[in-house]
């Protein structure tokens, strides 16, 4: 008679929390490496424009869209901005992306951007109002020094001459 010796059986183990869970952010998007930007004044650094909630950049990237076929143009993002109401039912150009927020952050630190957090969308007499935060992002100089080479190394496009 033969015997089989068996591994004694394995619990199943816990994942570890990574604390990432949730903080998902979504960006108006044209292209995958154009979002929508805006400066908050002359001073301020460039900053994505990332959105806690998805049918809130659903509804903005519509009234860009309409503002767009009807001017054939983007809307101004250096003054106030003035959208008409969304006209379509569905993004026919734009896209929305959705991110980690690490994910999110590490790209702005990279491509030297802030970003702004629309946190809720409301409604008023004169428009939409805004809530959010304007988070600004920092590594130190070796992080940055990596993403110079990086950038410098990278295949470009060739042109004949």
């Not at 809130?56 to 143009?73: L, N, R, T, V």
């Not at 600004?136 to 993403?147: L, P």
């Amino acid at each position: 008679m033969a015997s089989i010796t068996a591994p004694p059986p394995v619990r199943p183990t816990k994942v570890p929390p990574t604390h990432r869970g949730g903080k998902f952010y979504y960006t108006i998007n044209v292209h995958p490496n154009k979002a929508f930007t805006l400066r908050l004044n002359e001073n301020a650094p460039t900053a994505i424009v990332g959105f806690k909630k998805l049918e809130d950049a659903f509804m903005i990237g519509q009234m860009i869209e309409s503002h767009y076929i009807k001017q054939k143009e983007w809307p101004d993002m250096t003054d106030q901005l003035l959208l008409p109401m969304a006209q379509r039912e569905d993004l026919e150009f734009l896209f929305l992306q959705k991110w980690d927020f690490e994910d999110l952050k590490m790209t702005c630190t990279k491509n030297y951007l802030s970003m702004v957090s629309v946190d809720d969308i409301g409604t008023t007499k004169r428009g939409l109002s805004f809530e959010g935060n304007m988070l600004t992002f920092e590594a130190t100089t070796e992080f940055y020094v990596d993403c110079l080479k990086e950038m410098y190394e990278r295949v470009g496009p060739t042109h004949d001459l």
